[in-house]
């Protein structure tokens, strides 16, 4: 199962995080931009190479220290196909070294449009005698909240090329509060769908004792974090909002079981801005990056005790 693969590179690193792949411009180090720019103008084209060469010397820095990336398909999709095609060519870049790729996409529709985006981004598709992989994650990030209709698609696919999902239960933008946390009998809607994952996992079982179909819950609520880790025994978390958004280590702990299993968390402008933090030579954004992707997983495992599989 694929998040079997991920507990085993989060073990065999020490380390429960995942870099977020958010690029915008204002991001990139000003030599990467003028060499994009030289050879290709300031075009989109030009805008998606800066894209991914930053990418690429972000995941050369991490590959063999962090587990898994997270690029966000719409800091891609913005640059219209060539943005599209630096996505594909930065998962390409992060499976040859080695690491989880999850595609934060939050799809989210019904019947055979669900399909569709289930074949794209964890699939494949058939043209004529032929099968190909349109794109190269290992997981997606899936919105619930349109139902099973929405969830059984993805489910199929992953069985089929194993895969998994992360679906949206307690996110951690500000205003999250005013639909999931409302109450339908004793339940929050948060615990009503991540209750739902749970049993949607039994169709994707792991033999670490996570299944297939995780949640996302956002570290900025660390006491629904509790909460769910309590509810979901099988179910594997991914955790945004740590750094940039203002979570902390202790915020997340709960997330894990004794084993230090049971969660990954996200760093995205943590990571890739960690050298306009530093202020430290623009050509050293890799090297800064590596230092705070270290810095991060030091200080979360300050409140793990191992992980062990």
Same mark, same amino acid.
């Given at each position: 199962?694929?998040?079997?693969?991920?507990?085993?590179?989060?073990?065999?690193?020490?380390?429960?995080?995942?870099?977020?792949?958010?690029?915008?411009?204002?991001?990139?180090?000003?030599?990467?931009?003028?060499?994009? =720019?030289?050879?290709?103008?300031?075009?989109?084209?030009?805008?998606?190479?800066?894209?991914?060469?930053?990418?690429?010397?972000?995941?050369?820095?991490?590959?063999?220290?962090? !587990?898994?990336?997270? !690029?966000?398909?719409?800091?891609?999709?913005?640059?219209?196909?060539?943005?599209?095609?630096?996505?594909?060519?930065?998962?390409?870049?992060?499976?040859?070294?080695?690491?989880?790729?999850?595609?934060?996409?939050?799809?989210?529709?019904?019947?055979?449009?669900?399909?569709?985006?289930?074949?794209?981004?964890?699939?494949?598709?058939?043209?004529?005698?032929?099968?190909?992989?349109? =794109?190269?994650?290992?997981?997606?990030?899936?919105?619930?909240?349109?139902?099973?209709?929405?969830?059984?698609?993805?489910?199929?696919?992953?069985? *089929?090329?194993?895969?998994?999902? =992360?679906?949206?239960?307690?996110?951690?933008?500000?205003?999250?509060?005013?639909?999931?946390?409302?109450?339908?009998?004793?339940?929050?809607?948060?615990?009503?769908?991540?209750?739902?994952?749970?049993?949607?996992?039994?169709?994707?079982?792991?033999?670490?004792?996570?299944?297939?179909?995780?949640?996302?819950?956002?570290?900025?609520?660390?006491? *629904?974090?509790?909460?769910?880790?309590?509810?979901?025994?099988?179910? =594997?978390?991914?955790?945004?909002?740590?750094?940039?958004?203002?979570?902390?280590?202790?915020?997340?702990?709960?997330?894990?079981?004794?084993?230090?299993?049971?969660?990954?968390?996200?760093?995205?402008?943590?990571?890739?801005?960690?050298? *306009?933090?530093? *202020?430290?030579?623009?050509?050293?954004?890799?090297?800064?990056?590596?230092?705070?992707?270290?810095?991060?997983?030091?200080?979360?495992?300050?409140?793990?005790?191992?992980?062990?599989?």
């Amino acid at each position: 199962m694929s998040f079997d693969r991920l507990i085993e590179k989060i073990a065999k690193t020490q380390n429960p995080t995942v870099a977020g792949l958010d690029p915008k411009l204002d991001y990139v180090p000003g030599y990467i931009k003028e060499k994009a =720019f030289a050879k290709y103008g300031e075009t989109l084209k030009g805008a998606a190479k800066a894209l991914l060469w930053f990418n690429k010397g972000l995941i050369d820095a991490l590959c063999d220290i962090v !587990p898994a990336v997270k !690029p966000q398909a719409a800091y891609y999709e913005m640059y219209g196909y060539a943005g599209v095609k630096t996505l594909y060519k930065t998962q390409e870049y992060a499976r040859k070294k080695g690491m989880f790729v999850i595609t934060d996409g939050k799809r989210n529709d019904i019947g055979s449009t669900m399909e569709a985006y289930a074949a794209g981004h964890l699939g494949k598709v058939r043209v004529g005698a032929e099968e190909y992989e349109p =794109f190269l994650a290992d997981a997606l990030t899936v919105n619930g909240y349109l139902g099973s209709d929405c969830i059984n698609p993805v489910i199929k696919v992953c069985k *089929q090329y194993d895969k998994g999902m =992360f679906v949206l239960a307690k996110t951690s933008n500000p205003s999250s509060g005013e639909l999931q946390d409302l109450k339908v009998g004793d339940r929050t809607i948060y615990e009503i769908m991540g209750d739902m994952c749970e049993e949607w996992g039994k169709e994707l079982p792991g033999k670490y004792g996570y299944s297939g179909v995780g949640i996302v819950a956002g570290a900025t609520y660390p006491e *629904q974090i509790e909460i769910l880790r309590k509810r979901l025994p099988h179910t =594997f978390f991914l955790i945004p909002g740590y750094g940039a958004q203002g979570a902390s280590a202790k915020d997340i702990s709960a997330a894990f079981d004794k084993n230090g299993l049971g969660g990954i968390v996200n760093s995205s402008r943590g990571i890739m801005c960690a050298y *306009q933090k530093e *202020q430290c030579d623009e050509k050293d954004y890799a090297g800064a990056a590596r230092r705070e992707a270290i810095r991060m997983r030091d200080e979360i495992m300050g409140y793990l005790n191992g992980v062990q599989i």
